[in-house]
């Protein structure tokens, strides 16, 4: 079943939030970023994307209808910290609110894992214009089953009932209180942790295509920069992708 426009604006606050839904598009952050809204909060829905993106410029394969391709544009004078991260919460929460049944976990920075596979991710980006910073927020959610890849997994395969529709609505309303400053990101800190799916595990980051570093990750900063230890102690990073041995796990 299609997006019902009209369902979605009456579930949000229509003097804060801009809600286009689009049938096909290249792209919803690109997409957004064309957007000249007047209101607080932009928010971009399709049911298709065709040229989708991860972090570290990665193609993220969305051609299906039936998923959550979304993202939302806000201003703030001020940066967010861990915004990625922040999202990657706000996400795992709505959904859970949704369907019970559903618990996704959160792989640093910006994956959603279910049952050791990808149920979604997460992509920040900044513009910043005078000033004021521009946040992009898009988000990929994998709701169908995509029997190519076995390394995803759709949450129809938890939840047979699962509306995407309300979880796109629970995700825009917790965004209409950051944009308009009302979320003070209490304690995000240890929520985040609490819900990471390797915390005190061992892990893997690659940094590039060479270089790798091993250890036991330890959580996040206020900055969402990972806390890995190993022999040389605590060390500190803010990029990298990070590979879980779920052997292990």
Same mark, same amino acid.
């Given at each position: 079943?299609?997006f ?9 606050n229509?003097? *804060?939030?801009n809600l ?5 598009v ?9 957007l000249q809204?007047?209101?607080?909060l932009d928010?971009v ?7 989708g993106r ?6 993220w ?7 959550i ?10 940066? *967010?910290p861990?915004?990625?991260?922040v999202t990657?919460?706000i996400v795992k929460?709505?959904i ?6 559903i ?6 920075p910006n994956d ?11 992509l920040?980006?900044?513009d910043?214009?005078?000033?004021i910073?521009?946040f ?9 089953s995509d029997?190519?890849n076995d390394?995803?997994?759709?949450l ?9 529709s309300?979880?796109i609505?629970? *995700?825009?309303?917790?965004f209409?209180?950051i ?8 304690d995000w ?6 819900? #990471?799916?390797h ?6 980051l ?6 790798k570093?091993?250890?036991i990750?330890?959580?996040i900063?206020?900055n969402?920069?990972?806390l ?5 102690? *605590?060390?500190?990073?803010?990029s990298?992708e #990070? ?7």
């Open positions: 079943m299609k019902n426009s009209l369902e979605l604006q009456g579930k949000l229509s003097e *804060i939030t286009v839904v689009l049938n096909d290249d792209s919803t952050n690109t997409f957004i970023k064309s809204g007047k209101k607080i928010l829905v399709a049911e298709k994307q065709s040229a991860g972090r570290r410029g990665n193609a394969d969305s051609p299906k209808i039936g998923n391709y979304m993202s939302l544009k806000f201003a703030a004078s001020e940066k *967010i861990a915004l990625s991260l990657g919460l929460k709505a859970q609110e949704v369907s019970k049944d618990n996704v976990l959160l792989k640093w959603l894992i279910l049952n050791q596979r990808k149920a979604g991710g997460i920040v980006e900044i910043q214009d005078n000033k910073n521009n992009i927020v898009g988000i990929g959610i994998n709701i169908e029997v190519a390394s995803w997994i759709g129809k395969e938890i939840d047979n009932q699962v509306d995407r309300k979880i609505i629970k *995700i825009a309303s917790a209409e209180k944009a308009l400053g009302k979320e003070g990101f209490k800190q240890s929520e985040w942790e609490k819900h #990471c799916l915390m005190h595990k061992k892990i893997t690659n940094l590039n295509d060479s270089d570093v091993e250890g990750f330890e959580g900063n206020h969402g920069e990972m890995l230890s190993n022999e040389n102690g *605590i060390l500190t990073f803010n990298g #990070c590979s879980v041995d779920y052997a292990s796990i």
